[in-house]
C-alpha cells in the first residue's frame, strides 16, 4: 500500500475513533468528512480490514439506512450494549441515535 492509501486509511480511522458511544454514524457521514462525499463504499472497504491497523469502533458505522453489516453477528450485540436503540433486528433507530459530527 502506498504512503498516500495508508494516510487515508488512518484519516478515515480517526473519524470512525471520534464516534461516541451510543451513537452511530454512517458511512456516507465519514466519507463527507474526509472530504470524499462519493465514497462511502471506500469507507467500508478500509473498515473491513480495520484491525490491521489497530483497534477502532468499526461496530458504530452503519449504512443510510440504519442497516448493519450483513455477516457481523457481534455488531449487534455490540451497538446493544452501548444502548443503541434498534428499529428492528437488522436497523439501528437513526433518528435516536446517529452522530451529530
Known sequence: ???????????ILS??????????????QIARLIGRDRNARLVGRVLAMAGAYGEYPCHRVVDHAG???????????LLGQEGVPFKDPTHVDLRNCRWDD
Open 67 to 77: 442497516r448493519l453489516a450483513p455477516g457481523w453477528p457481534e455488531q449487534r450485540e
Open 1 to 11: 500500500m502506498s504512503r498516500l492509501d495508508e494516510d487515508l486509511i488512518y484519516e
Open 15 to 28: 473519524v470512525v475513533g471520534e464516534i461516541p458511544e451510543g451513537r452511530v454514524a454512517t458511512y456516507g
